[in-house]
């Protein structure tokens, strides 16, 4: 299921603008990752939200990098996808006997704006098939989705894939047991179909 769209931008601020003048949606504050460098926003999609993130100004850069090579990024795009399971350590161990590795969970959190804390269990992004594959991530009992808690009208319709070979991305998908659509295509990238309020919007 997804969770989550990642839409990296190296401005959060102006991302979010240009995003509601072409939606018609203002995306709201989410918060801080305190200790990986970023902050983002957060605009419900329906059952799943689109995370516009970008390096948080008030945090020194990790060491390692930013989430996603956000470091790399010159222009806001949608750059990976995060699907949502339950049991995530059952579903990270099956895909690694299966011959792909999502690597280890961890448990992250998140400061908002008001300065509660969000927590959940992810898979650290590596950015797999060139952002095709997604991490896995479990929410923690009790702690609110942003799709219900993030400003709404605008729909996902659906994600698509797309590889110039898709069968090499398939079985990393089937490992983990989550769907997306592949499709033949020059470069690998994802592209997002959204219904809202100015109209169809496509993001890639």
């Known amino acids: 299921m997804i969770d989550h769209l990642v839409y990296a931008t190296p401005d959060v601020d102006a991302t979010v603008r240009d995003l509601a003048q072409s939606l018609g949606v ?17 605009l419900s999609l329906g059952s799943s939200y689109l995370e516009i993130i ?8 990790p060491i390692s990098g930013y989430w996603y090579g956000i470091e790399n990024i010159g222009a806001a795009r949608l750059i ?16 690694h006997v299966s011959g792909y590795s999502p690597g280890d969970v961890h448990n992250v959190f998140r400061e908002t704006p008001e300065g509660d804390r ?11 098939g060139n ?3 997604p ?9 609110p989705h942003p799709a ?44 997002a179909s959204l219904d809202s309020p ?6 890639s």
């Open 198 to 203: 100015q109209g169809p919007f496509e993001l």
């Open 80 to 95: 990976t996808w995060t699907a949502r399971v339950e049991h995530i350590e059952r579903v990270a161990a099956h895909a």
């Open 54 to 61: 970008g390096p948080d100004s008030g945090q020194p850069r």
């Open 131 to 133: 952002g095709l594959i």
């Open 118 to 128: 969000l927590s959940w269990r992810l898979t650290l992004p590596t950015m797999a």
């Open 135 to 143: 991490n896995l991530i479990e929410w923690d009992d009790g702690c």
């Open 148 to 191: 219900e808690t993030s400003p709404g009208g605008v729909e996902l319709r659906e994600l698509i894939g797309y590889h110039p070979s898709p069968d090499t991305i398939r079985p990393m998908l089937e490992a983990l047991r989550v769907d997306l659509e592949m499709r033949v295509g020059d470069i690998p990238r994802l592209v």
């Open 26 to 42: 203002e995306a709201v504050p989410g918060g801080r990752h305190l200790g990986y460098g970023t902050r983002n926003a957060l």
